[in-house]
């Protein structure tokens, strides 16, 4: 157990459809990370946020939104689904503003499936 | 612009070495990273060069020539549990000093 928590581990969902991910962060870590990674892809950065502000932002497509809570848990919402928005999603916790030289602690993902 | 490139794909036989590459093109160099992921898992943090040279840490082994944009991840007797996909991450300072990863490359260890 990484100590970072990611619900749900599956979703299957129909296209046009929202859904809301979520992410709890490692105790102590102020920076959440959101990825995506299709099959057989890299990962792709998303959004960044650290102490509850937004911190940095990547490829994150204009239905897709993120934001982070008082108690830095994380949420990931992705609206008007396509097929093409199945992939592993993951989410990863640092604990300053900038990725450390140890490197980040990953949960395990949401495998989000769209038909 | 930004890009890092690794093979897609390599094989190697078990108890034996391998070396993966990654080159890699970024304005603002801030140091280099591997992950090693196994399929459906999370990524998993395995090395760290900041300065040109050789970290040894057990079986892997990370190397880094600044100068070349040239990095390497030699993994020693391999076990067939090494079957992977090794990530090349390189931080960024011209991007809020975020992660700018390859696409991986997916070992195959062979009995």
């Known amino acids: 157990d990484s100590g970072v928590t990611q619900t749900p581990k599956h979703l299957i969902t129909a296209t046009g459809q929202r859904v809301t991910l979520r992410c709890s962060p490692r105790s102590g870590d102020l920076s959440v990370y959101w990825y995506q990674q299709s099959l057989d892809q890299g990962l792709q950065f998303l959004i960044q946020?650290?102490?509850?502000?937004?911190?940095a932002k990547g490829n994150i497509l204009e239905r897709f939104s993120a934001q982070q809570f008082p108690d830095l848990h994380s949420e990931l919402n992705l609206s008007s689904l396509e097929l093409g928005d199945s992939a592993l999603y993951f989410c990863?916790?640092?604990?300053?503003?900038?990725?450390?030289?140890?490197?980040?602690?990953f949960g395990s993902g949401t495998r989000l499936t769209v038909v | 612009g930004q890009n890092i490139d690794q093979p897609t794909e390599m094989t190697a036989t078990e108890g034996a070495i391998v070396q993966i590459n990654c080159t890699y093109q970024?304005?603002?160099?801030?140091?280099l990273f591997w992950y090693q992921q196994h399929a459906g898992e999370a990524p998993t943090f395995l090395s760290y060069?900041?300065l040109d040279g050789l970290e040894e840490k057990g079986r892997f082994s990370s190397f880094l020539s600044r100068s070349k944009g040239y990095s390497y991840l030699l993994l020693k007797e391999l076990q067939m549990k090494d079957s992977a996909s090794y990530l090349c991450a390189v931080r960024d300072r011209d991007s809020n000093y975020q992660l700018i990863w390859g696409a991986g490359t997916k070992l195959i260890i062979k009995p």
């Open positions: 946020y650290y102490n509850g502000e937004e911190r």
């Open positions: 970024t304005s603002g160099f801030n140091g």
């Open positions: 060069n900041v």
């Open positions: 990863a916790s640092s604990v300053g503003s900038q990725h450390t030289n140890y490197g980040y602690t």
